[in-house]
């Protein structure tokens, strides 16, 4: 049975950081795409950035972004450093294993308020 449990989110005031976890169990990680997504109050779920089994960010552009993801197989661990949030930031964040994805965590709420 896969699991994928994120962690990291909180309150953060606009301009902050936070650093989001998902730690993948059940499946080899290093052979599936990781990505992280989030869904606002009232949007549909959308994705935010992604890697690949390869280590290939996507958008290939993703650094040059506030957010950067960032994966470490030896604990089955994906990131995602995000910076200089702001309010429209607010959402539930996920992650996402495979292309589909076809397995999802329960997510973390990130709220960017003054």
């Known amino acids: 049975q896969v699991q994928l449990v994120e962690s990291g989110g909180g309150l953060v005031q606009p301009g902050g950081s936070l650093r989001l976890s998902c730690v993948a169990s059940?499946?080899?990680?290093?052979?599936?795409?990781v990505a992280w997504f989030r869904q606002a109050p009232g949007n549909e779920r959308e994705f935010v950035v992604g890697v690949t089994w390869g280590f290939r960010r996507y958008p290939e552009d993703s650094e040059k972004g506030r957010f950067t993801i960032s994966r470490d197989n030896s604990v089955n661990t994906v990131y995602l450093q995000m910076d200089n949030l702001r309010p429209e930031d607010t959402a539930v964040y996920y992650c996402g294993l495979g292309y589909g994805p076809d397995y999802w965590g329960q997510g973390t709420q990130v709220t960017v308020s003054s």
């Open positions: 059940g499946r080899r990680f290093e052979d599936y795409t």
